[in-house]
């Protein structure tokens, strides 16, 4: 606990007001985070954001949606839409397999709590990340956007990237802005 | 009410336990003994016991003053009335021996009362000439009197704003109840003024007000507890024929109503936004005119009296309808209103009180000029004959018996037959007369979950039908497994009507609203109009109620102002000087229609377009027929209104109504008849959450196309397509040249076909403007429910929401004026996001480039 820069303290302290919104990092707790592959990365998701993970299936392209919207899919009878992580974080496109996995996680909006279903490449396994493996986010300057990023863990000689999954589909509309 | 001396013992016996066990600090529990109380007092006063009612009346009082927050010292309060329990079962093991019941209560009464009054919270009316004594009278005056100058307490105590951010769960459910109560009043109002001497609608009406009253006492509403508090006592004395149930009686309790609803619009906002409700709502006024309604000062018309604007009274449709004369009528009339007189001294006389010689005597005497405006009692008591108590035991055995009806008189004397009698009371049945009173048993169960059954239960079906159509399935030569297979189809098909029959509530609650409407337009434009209502079971979808109310007001409104001429007029007419607008709802091949008649004026073409040509609508030279004249009047900026009266030609206009439905995906239709009136006739789909739509498929994607938005679709000849200057494209339908949407380009898909004249094209309209779509292929028509998009995606414009396929996929549900406001968009013009999808910056029209020739 001792060796955590103080940064961190700081934000801390600020996320205790996130309800505003302002962009701060979010605060990276201790607990089970489940883990996958995003193109040879490894990201993590707070356990309770995930409400269900399945294998591809169908998915309705609506128009007028940014290329990372894939689309739309049928949730036992809700509609919900899915987005490709890989293009929404600018990796190169891969094509779907039986190991690409749509997670459906919860996420707060504003008007309330939604589903949205996120493609990655596969899902590793859900670990129990504790305090002492965590570490803040290096900053990358500008060439670099880190603010999806709430944290970073070293488990097992491996760095997992820990997402701020809320801010990840949040941030921008996820339908095209024309005009 | 008859019950056995064991049983007034046993509740007796009750009420102690429940005074003794009370906390006062509980008020649910001093919430059980007021109505404790109030059952014994209907006991006593049905045995005679005047006493122990006036002792029953101080108690109540006394516990209202408990929690009122009125006394000084409750627990000492408490302790008094324990006492005044046992001097009730005294009273009551007298009367039972037969012994006289008469104990003196006064001294109880007054000891009571000094408890109260020396509370340092209560602020009672102390005004000149109203010295406290006044306040609690002793056991002469009857008790209800003294109940009502003390809560004129609450008006006067200064009203603290109160902090309602502490229990919003309490107060939400408040608000919706309210509502509803609200609504059920406003109702009852209305039938109890074609119908003043209905105990049973006075009752009705009583009961609303009397829970609210609790309720905003129990969560601290101070205003709200004192205008329904007022109201209730108005109320229970017309129950107790103390007044006669007037037209301004009926306005003072709308007038409640109305002050009601903006308190409670005031609470709502300060619930949810937070914040407080301490403005004035003009409450003291308010009261002070019930209290003068209840004085008398107002000069309340009787009630017998045929009312200017009711024209629903049985005599008035029973001469207007030719069955008897007004002469009969005033007779019988006059008759009914002796028949009362006659009773009381009827009843003292069969209980043996006064002789048939006395009562002949005091008759006699009430006819004389100095004893005209006497009571029959009253007579009784200064001749000497009778005592007072006697008398008021006597009227209050009066009041159960209800006067003869007018109806029976007629009857009994011969004026009228029974036939007509009854023919006429089935007209005046038709007004809401009984379907006010009737509620059907209902569980309220939140929108979310009933959203969520019926998510559930489309699944399911999908589900059922992806099993019994699996190709392994359906190589089974089992018997029973099919025979169980279609068994199983038929309760997931049941299952899902019963689970969207939930979604749909009947139309009454939303017609019931125009009662109130039509009867203050009449009121306000001293025009005779009445309303008729059929068909008000017909169920529609619950999220359409809301959003049709509006354009009914509208229409309803439209009707009065405009439709129905003025008394005069219609006599010049030779119509009957009443007006009817008939509200009319019923199921029509897989629609919902409502219609708005009225028997008013009509439109008249004429001058509808030379109004439209004014407005530059229509040009000068083109011939319009009738119907599409009519149909100007949906034209946004339209008005016939010659004068802008108070109620209409405030901005919302029939465009805003043809909208309003339009978005419900219904149409609206205007007929009229010169002098006959005119018919408005709404139709809607039979619920939002299912449309009937059209499947295409362009390249691999499937979108659905609402059937009502589709006119044809055919595959044009090279010669039907042309191009403008090498981009536009339009294809020629019939006469028409309309433009060419190519689907795929809009919606980003790649189309099999890359020329019209290989694909097919679908005529679709919106709001009068016709477009081709290019499709692939028409898969099917189908009815497929809507599903949201979701907060996300709403935004997008070619799109109306989605839905579940046959094979679970999602399909896209197209919205027509979306795209074409894209297709303007991809055309070169530019589009704004979020804006309405109305193509309302488009010009051309169906005669773009070449008229009909």
Same mark, same amino acid.
């Given at each position: 606990?001792?060796d955590?820069?103080t940064?961190?303290?700081?934000?801390?302290?600020?996320?205790?007001?996130?309800?505003?919104?302002?962009?701060?990092?979010?605060?990276?707790?201790?607990?089970?985070?489940?883990t996958?592959?995003?193109?040879?990365?490894?990201y993590?998701?707070?356990?309770?954001?995930?409400?269900?993970?399945?294998?591809?299936m169908?998915?309705?392209?609506?128009?007028?949606?940014?290329?990372?919207?894939?689309?739309?899919?049928?949730l036992r009878?809700?509609?919900?839409?899915v987005?490709?992580?890989?293009?929404?974080?600018?990796?190169?496109?891969?094509?779907y397999?039986?190991?690409?996995?749509?997670?459906?996680?919860?996420?707060q909006?504003?008007?309330?709590?939604?589903?949205?279903?996120?493609?990655?490449?596969?899902?590793?396994?859900v670990?129990?990340?504790?305090?002492?493996?965590?570490?803040?986010?290096?900053?990358?300057?500008?060439?670099?956007?880190?603010?999806?990023?709430?944290?970073?863990?070293?488990?097992?000689?491996?760095?997992?990237?820990?997402?701020?999954?809320?801010?990840?589909?949040?941030?921008?509309?996820?339908?095209?802005?024309?005009? | 009410?008859s019950?056995?001396?064991?049983?007034?013992?046993?509740?007796?016996?009750d009420?102690?336990?429940?005074?003794?066990m009370?906390?006062?600090?509980?008020?649910?529990?001093?919430?059980?003994?007021?109505?404790?109380?109030?059952?014994?007092?209907?006991?006593?006063q049905?045995?005679?016991l005047?006493?122990?009612?006036?002792?029953?009346?101080?108690?109540k009082?006394?516990?209202?003053?408990?929690?009122?927050e009125?006394?000084?010292?409750?627990?000492?309060?408490?302790?008094?009335?324990?006492?005044?329990?046992?001097?009730?079962?005294?009273?009551?093991?007298?009367?039972k021996?037969?012994?006289?019941?008469?104990?003196?209560?006064?001294?109880?009464?007054?000891?009571?009362?000094?408890?109260?009054?020396?509370?340092?919270?209560?602020?009672?009316?102390?005004?000149?000439?109203?010295?406290?004594?006044?306040?609690?009278?002793?056991?002469?005056t009857?008790?209800?009197t003294?109940?009502?100058?003390?809560?004129?307490?609450?008006?006067?105590?200064?009203?603290e704003?109160?902090?309602?951010?502490?229990?919003?769960?309490?107060f939400?459910?408040?608000?919706?109840?309210?509502?509803?109560?609200?609504?059920?009043?406003?109702?009852?109002?209305?039938?109890?003024?074609?119908?003043?001497?209905?105990l049973?609608?006075i009752?009705?009406?009583?009961?609303?007000?009397?829970?609210?009253?609790?309720?905003?006492?129990?969560?601290?509403?101070?205003?709200?507890?004192?205008?329904?508090?007022?109201?209730?006592?108005?109320?229970?004395?017309?129950?107790?024929?103390?007044?006669?149930?007037?037209?301004?009686?009926?306005?003072a309790?709308?007038?409640?109503?109305?002050?009601?609803?903006?308190?409670?619009?005031?609470?709502k906002?300060?619930v949810?936004n937070?914040?407080?409700?301490?403005?004035?709502?003009?409450?003291?006024?308010?009261?002070?005119?019930?209290?003068?309604?209840?004085?008398?000062?107002?000069?309340?018309?009787?009630?017998?009296?045929?009312?200017?604007?009711?024209?629903?009274?049985?005599?008035?449709?029973?001469?207007a309808?030719?069955?008897?004369?007004?002469?009969?009528?005033?007779?019988?009339?006059?008759n009914?209103?002796?028949?009362?007189?006659?009773?009381?001294g009827?009843?003292?006389?069969?209980?043996?009180?006064?002789?048939?010689?006395?009562l002949?005597?005091?008759?006699?005497?009430?006819?004389?000029?100095?004893?005209?405006?006497?009571?029959?009692?009253?007579?009784?008591?200064?001749?000497?004959?009778?005592?007072?108590?006697?008398?008021?035991?006597?009227?209050?055995?009066?009041?159960?018996?209800?006067?003869?009806?007018? /109806? =029976? @008189?007629? #009857?009994?004397?011969?004026?009228?037959?029974?036939?007509?009698v009854? +023919? $006429?009371?089935?007209? %005046? *049945?038709?007004f809401?007369?009984?379907?006010?009173?009737?509620?059907g048993q209902?569980?309220?169960?939140?929108?979310?979950?009933?959203?969520?059954?019926?998510?559930?239960? /489309? =699944? @399911?079906? #999908?589900?059922?039908?992806?099993?019994s159509?699996?190709?392994?399935? +359906? $190589?089974?030569?089992? %018997? *029973?497994?099919?025979?169980?297979l279609?068994?199983?189809?038929?309760?997931?098909?049941?299952?899902?009507?019963?689970?969207?029959?939930?979604?749909?509530?009947p139309?009454?609650?939303?017609?019931?609203?125009?009662?109130?409407?039509?009867?203050?337009?009449?009121?306000?434009?001293?025009?005779?109009?009445?309303?008729?209502?059929?068909?008000?079971?017909?169920?529609?979808?619950?999220?359409?109620?809301?959003t049709?109310?509006?354009?009914?007001?509208?229409?309803v409104?439209?009707?009065?102002?405009h439709?129905?001429?003025?008394?005069?007029?219609?006599?010049?007419?030779?119509?009957?000087?009443?007006?009817?607008i008939?509200?009319?709802?019923?199921?029509?091949?897989?629609?919902?229609?409502?219609?708005?008649?009225?028997?008013?004026?009509?439109?008249?073409a004429?001058?509808?377009?030379?109004?439209?040509?004014?407005?530059?609508?229509?040009?000068?030279?083109?011939?319009?027929?009738?119907?599409?004249?009519?149909?100007l009047?949906?034209?946004?900026?339209?008005?016939?209104?010659?004068k802008?009266?108070?109620?209409?030609?405030?901005?919302?206009?029939m465009?805003?109504?043809?909208?309003?439905?339009?978005?419900?995906?219904?149409?609206v239709?205007?007929?009229?008849?010169?002098?006959?009136?005119?018919?408005?006739?709404?139709?809607?789909?039979?619920?939002?959450?299912?449309i009937?739509?059209m499947?295409?498929?362009?390249?691999?994607?499937?979108?659905?196309?609402?059937?009502?938005?589709?006119?044809?679709?055919?595959?044009?000849?090279?010669?039907?397509?042309?191009?403008?200057k090498?981009?536009?494209e339009?294809?020629?339908?019939r006469?028409?040249?309309?433009?060419?949407?190519?689907?795929g380009e809009?919606?980003?898909?790649?189309?099999?076909?890359?020329?019209?004249?290989?694909?097919?094209?679908?005529?679709?309209?919106?709001?009068?403007?016709?477009?081709?779509l290019?499709?692939?292929?028409?898969?099917?028509?189908?009815?497929?429910?809507?599903?949201?998009?979701?907060?996300?995606?709403?935004?997008?414009?070619?799109l109306?929401?989605?839905?579940?396929?046959?094979?679970?996929?999602?399909?896209?549900?197209?919205?027509?004026?979306?795209?074409?406001?894209i297709?303007?968009?991809?055309?070169?013009?530019?589009?704004?996001?979020?804006?309405?999808?109305?193509?309302?910056?488009?010009?051309?029209?169906?005669?773009?480039?070449?008229?009909?020739?």
């Open positions: 606990m001792n955590l820069p940064s961190f303290e700081q934000h801390n302290v600020k996320s205790a007001t996130r309800a505003d919104m302002v962009p701060v990092a979010v605060q990276v707790k201790e607990g089970k985070y489940l996958f592959e995003l193109a040879q990365e490894q993590g998701l707070g356990i309770l954001k995930v409400r269900e993970i399945m294998g591809m169908d998915i309705t392209h609506v128009p007028q949606t940014p290329a990372f919207v894939k689309g739309l899919i049928n009878g809700r509609v919900i839409p987005v490709d992580l890989r293009l929404k974080f600018g990796l190169p496109e891969k094509e397999t039986e190991r690409t996995t749509i997670i459906v996680v919860e996420i909006a504003e008007t309330g709590l939604i589903l949205i279903g996120i493609v990655v490449d596969n899902v590793s396994e670990m129990h990340i504790s305090q002492a493996d965590l570490e803040d986010t290096p900053s990358f300057g500008e060439k670099l956007k880190t603010d999806y990023i709430m944290g970073m863990a070293k488990v097992k000689g491996r760095v997992i990237l820990l997402l701020d999954i809320d801010r990840v589909l949040t941030d921008e509309e996820l339908t095209l802005a024309h005009g | 009410m019950l056995e001396p064991q049983d007034i013992g046993r509740m007796l016996d009420f102690n336990l429940g005074l003794v009370a906390d006062p600090e509980d008020l649910i529990a001093l919430g059980g003994l007021i109505e404790k109380i109030e059952k014994l007092v209907e006991v006593f049905s045995s005679g005047v006493p122990a009612v006036d002792l029953l009346f101080s108690l009082k006394a516990v209202e003053s408990i929690i009122l009125q006394v000084a010292d409750k627990e000492a309060t408490m302790e008094q009335m324990g006492q005044g329990a046992s001097l009730l079962q005294d009273i009551f093991r007298n009367f021996a037969g012994i006289d019941a008469s104990i003196d209560v006064s001294s109880f009464i007054t000891t009571l009362k000094s408890q109260t009054t020396s509370g340092p919270v209560l602020t009672l009316d102390t005004s000149p000439g109203r010295p406290p004594e006044s306040v609690w009278p002793g056991t002469e009857t008790p209800r003294s109940e009502r100058q003390v809560v004129r307490g609450p008006a006067q105590v200064n009203l704003p109160y902090d309602v951010g502490a229990d919003r769960d309490l939400f459910s408040f608000i919706t109840e309210s509502i509803e109560h609200i609504q059920s009043i406003e109702v009852n109002s209305i039938t109890l003024e074609q119908d003043p001497q209905n049973e609608t009752n009705a009406i009583f009961r609303p007000f009397h829970t609210l009253k609790g309720v905003s006492g129990f969560l601290n509403l101070p205003q709200i507890h004192a205008l329904t508090h007022e109201v209730e006592n108005l109320l229970d004395d017309a129950r107790n024929e103390r007044l006669p149930v007037s037209p301004a009686f009926i306005d309790i709308l007038d409640a109503v109305d002050l009601l609803k903006k308190m409670i619009r005031e609470l906002s300060a949810e937070g914040g407080q409700v301490g403005t004035d709502f003009g409450l003291a006024a308010f009261l002070e005119r019930i209290k003068a309604i209840q004085q008398g000062d107002v000069p309340a018309e009787s009630a017998e009296e045929p009312s200017p604007y009711g024209g629903m009274k049985l005599g008035e449709i029973l001469i309808q030719g069955m008897i004369s007004e002469h009969d009528l005033e007779e019988v009339v006059a009914q209103q002796q028949a009362r007189l006659r009773q009381l009827d009843i003292l006389l069969a209980s043996g009180r006064i002789s048939r010689g006395d002949d005597e005091a008759l006699r005497r009430q006819l004389t000029a100095d004893d005209r405006t006497k009571m029959i009692g009253e007579i009784l008591i200064e001749t000497g004959k009778i005592q007072p108590d006697l008398v008021s035991l006597a009227i209050k055995e009066q009041e159960k018996l209800r006067e003869p009806k007018l /109806g =029976e @008189l007629l #009857i009994r004397e011969n004026q009228a037959d029974a036939r007509e009854a +023919a $006429a009371l089935r007209e %005046q *049945k038709k809401p007369t009984g379907t006010g009173l009737v509620t209902t569980v309220k169960v939140e929108t979310v979950k009933l959203d969520g059954l019926v998510d559930m239960v /489309g =699944e @399911l079906v #999908i589900a059922q039908s992806l099993v159509s699996n190709d392994r399935i +359906a $190589a089974f030569k089992d %018997q *029973k497994l099919l025979r169980d279609s068994h199983m189809s038929r309760i997931t098909s049941e299952l899902q009507r019963t689970a969207m029959s939930m979604r749909m509530v139309i009454r609650q939303t017609f019931q609203k125009m009662i109130r409407l039509v009867r203050d337009l009449s009121r306000k434009s001293g025009k005779l109009v009445e309303l008729d209502m059929d068909g008000e079971e017909t169920e529609i979808d619950r999220n359409m109620v809301e049709i109310y509006d354009p009914l007001v509208h229409m409104r439209n009707s009065v102002d439709g129905i001429e003025s008394p005069g007029i219609r006599e010049k007419k030779g119509k009957d000087t009443t007006g009817h008939v509200l009319r709802a019923f199921h029509q091949g897989g629609n919902v229609v409502i219609q708005i008649v009225d028997d008013g004026q009509g439109l008249d004429r001058r509808i377009i030379s109004k439209a040509i004014e407005r530059g609508l229509i040009a000068p030279e083109e011939h319009l027929s009738e119907t599409t004249a009519f149909n009047i949906f034209q946004p900026g339209f008005s016939t209104a010659e802008v009266t108070d109620v209409s030609g405030r901005g919302v206009g465009d805003v109504v043809k909208k309003t439905i339009e978005k419900l995906r219904g149409k239709e205007v007929a009229s008849r010169p002098d006959h009136g005119t018919t408005i006739t709404i139709r809607l789909p039979l619920t939002l959450a299912i009937d739509g499947i295409v498929r362009v390249g691999t994607n499937r979108y659905i196309l609402p059937t009502v938005a589709i006119r044809e679709s055919f595959r044009p000849r090279p010669q039907d397509y042309f191009t403008v090498g981009q536009g339009l294809i020629k339908v006469e028409n040249l309309l433009p060419l949407v190519r689907l809009v919606l980003g898909s790649e189309s099999t076909y890359d020329h019209p004249t290989a694909a097919l094209v679908v005529v679709v309209e919106n709001e009068g403007k016709r477009r081709c290019m499709v692939d292929e028409v898969l099917g028509k189908q009815e497929v429910v809507i599903k949201s998009l979701g907060e996300r995606l709403k935004h997008i414009k070619a109306a929401g989605g839905s579940i396929m046959g094979d679970g996929r999602v399909g896209l549900i197209l919205d027509i004026g979306g795209l074409f406001t297709s303007d968009g991809v055309g070169g013009r530019s589009w704004s996001r979020g804006g309405p999808t109305v193509a309302d910056d488009f010009e051309m029209d169906e005669d773009w480039g070449m008229g009909p020739s």
